[in-house]
C-alpha cells in the first residue's frame, strides 16, 4: 500500500538536531572503522585465527547489546539523555585507540568489548534523541539519512587506514592513536550541536513491568529480527574471508589490501543504501521492504558457497552486504520508533538492539567456530539458512500493521 506525508511533516525532519546526530555518526565510524578495517591483519600479525575474531567480535556485539537495553531502560526515566550520550561517544573512542596498547589477542578482546560497552550505552539513546527530532511521518528518512552519514564514515575510515598505512610504515600502535580525532570530534557534536527536546520522563516501573508494556506487534517483528540475527556475522569476516581467497593469487600484502578496498565498496553501498530505504520506508509496507533486504543476505551467503572465489566474484558479494545491511538497518530502526510509543522509546531501540546483539555473539561464534573446523561452505550456509528463515517471517507479517502514524493513503 502506497503512502504519502503531509508537506508540512515532510519539511521538519532535517533540522540541527538530526544533522549533528548524523555527523556525529559519520566521525565516530570513521574512527571505529580505521580500527575495524586493520583489525584482522593486526591479529594476523599476532598469528591469531578465524575463531579468535569471531569470539572478540561476538563477545563485544553481546555485551554491547545488553548495554543498550539497560541504557533504555534507564535513559527512558531521565529528564535529560544526552549526558550518556556524550559519556558513552568518549568510552568508545578511548576503548578504540587502547587497541595500540595491545600485545596479544586477549587485549584486543578487552579494548574491543570496552569501546563496544561505550557504544552499547549510547546507541538507544542516539536513537531516541532522533526520534523525538523528527516526526512520525518521517521517521524512514531521519533514520536514513543517519545511517547514510554514519557509513560515510564507515567509506571514510577504511580509506584513511589504506592511506596511512604505508605512511606509519604498518606500526598499528600509530594508527590506533590517531583514530582519536574523529572519535572525539564525534563526542563533541553530541555534546554541543544536538538540542533536546524537553521531555517528561516516564514513572519509575520495574524492569519487567516496562518490558511488558512494550506492543504485541513489536514483539512479532523482534522474533523475525531474531532469527535473521542469529545468522548476521560481523562483516569482518567478509574481509578475512577476501585475504585468504585472494592470498594464493595475490600475495598475502596484496590480498589485504584488497580486502580493505573491497571493504570499502561495501560501504559505499551500505550509505547509498540507506537513505533509499528510508525513502522507501515512508511510502511503502515496511515489511516487505525489509523481508527483501534479508533475502539479499542469504542470496550473499549463498555467492559465497557456490562461486570460485575471485576479485569479481568477492566483489559481488561485498556488494551484496552492503546494500543489505543499509536497508535492513535502516528499516529495523524505523519500525521500533513507529512501533514503540515515544516515552518507551529508549526501552524500545534498547530491545532491538539487545536482540540484535544476541544474534550478532551467536553468528560471529558460530560462523568463526565453523570455519574453523569445516570450512567456508558450512560456516556460509548456516547464515544463509537463517537469513531465509528471517525473510519468511518478516514477509509473513501483515503491511497494515505498520502503515506510517500521521500518514494519510492515496487511493
Given amino acids: 500500500m502506497r503512502t504519502s506525508v503531509k508537506p508540512k511533516e515532510s519539511a521538519r525532519w532535517l533540522n540541527g538536531t538530526v544533522l549533528g546526530i548524523g555527523l556525529a555518526s559519520l566521525f565516530s565510524d570513521w574512527s571505529h572503522e580505521i580500527a575495524t ?14 575463531a579468535w575474531l569471531g569470539i572478540i567480535e561476538g563477545v563485544s556485539d ?10 533504555g531502560y534507564y535513559t527512558d526515566r531521565l529528564q535529560r539523555r544526552k549526558p ?10 578511548l576503548g578504540t585507540a587502547s587497541f595500540g596498547l595491545a600485545t596479544v589477542a586477549w587485549h584486543v578482546l578487552i579494548s574491543r568489548a570496552a569501546a563496544w560497552l561505550g557504544r552499547g550505552v549510547r546507541t538507544p539513546v542516539r536513537k531516541a534523541l532522533l526520534a523525538a527530532a523528527a516526526t512520525p511521518a518521517t521517521y524512514g528518512r531521519a533514520f536514513g539519512f543517519e545511517r547514510m552519514l554514519d557509513t560515510l564514515g564507515a567509506i571514510v575510515g577504511p580509506a584513511t587506514a589504506l592511506a596511512l598505512l604505508p605512511l606509519v610504515h604498518h606500526h598499528y600502535p600509530t594508527l590506533f592513536a590517531l583514530t582519536l580525532i574523529p572519535g572525539l570530534l564525534a563526542a563533541g557534536l553530541i555534546a554541543f550541536a544536538v538540542k533536546e527536546r524537553e521531555r517528561k520522563p516516564v514513572p519509575q516501573v520495574s524492569f519487567g513491568a516496562s518490558l511488558g508494556a512494550l506492543p504485541k506487534s513489536f514483539r512479532a ?5 531474531g532469527l535473521f540475527g542469529a545468522g548476521d556475522f560481523a562483516h569482518t569476516m567478509l574481509i578475512l574471508l577476501a585475504a585468504q581467497k585472494l592470498a594464493p593469487s595475490l600475495g598475502a600484502a596484496t590480498a589485504a ?11 559505499v553501498f551500505y550509505a547509498g543504501f540507506a537513505y533509499l530505504a528510508g525513502w522507501l520506508a515512508d511510502r511503502f509496507a515496511k515489511p516487505a521492504v525489509l523481508a527483501t533486504a534479508y533475502g539479499l543476505g542469504a542470496l550473499m551467503a549463498v ?16 556488494v551484496l552486504g552492503g546494500v543489505y ?13 513507529e512501533l514503540v510509543g515515544e516515552a518507551q522509546h529508549g526501552m524500545g531501540f534498547g530491545v532491538l538492539a539487545t536482540v540484535n546483539g544476541v544474534g550478532d555473539f551467536l553468528s560471529s561464534a558460530m560462523v568463526g567456530a ?18 531465509a528463515g528471517g525473510a519468511v517471517l518478516v514477509a509473513r507479517l501483515k503491511p497494515a500493521r505498520w502503515r506510517p502514524v500521521g500518514a494519510v493513503t492515496q487511493k
Fill in 37 to 50: 578495517t586493520v583489525m584482522p591483519a593486526f591479529l594476523a600479525s599476532m598469528g591469531v585465527a578465524a
Fill in 370 to 387: 565453523l570455519w574453523t573446523a569445516f570450512g567456508t561452505g558450512v560456516a556460509f550456509a548456516y547464515s544463509a539458512a537463517l537469513f
Fill in 303 to 318: 555467492l559465497v558457497i557456490v562461486l570460485p572465489a575471485n576479485l569479481w566474484t568477492l566483489g559481488a558479494v561485498f
Fill in 221 to 225: 517483528f523482534l522474533l523475525a529480527v
Fill in 62 to 71: 553481546g555485551l554491547s547489546s545488553f548495554a543498550k537495553m539497560a541504557s
Fill in 257 to 267: 589490501s584488497a580486502a580493505a578496498g573491497l571493504y570499502v565498496l561495501h560501504n
Fill in 325 to 337: 545491511v543499509g536497508i535492513e538497518e535502516t528499516l529495523e530502526d524505523s519500525l521500533c520508533a
Fill in 84 to 93: 550518556i550520550a556524550v559519556a558513552g561517544y568518549l568510552v568508545t573512542v
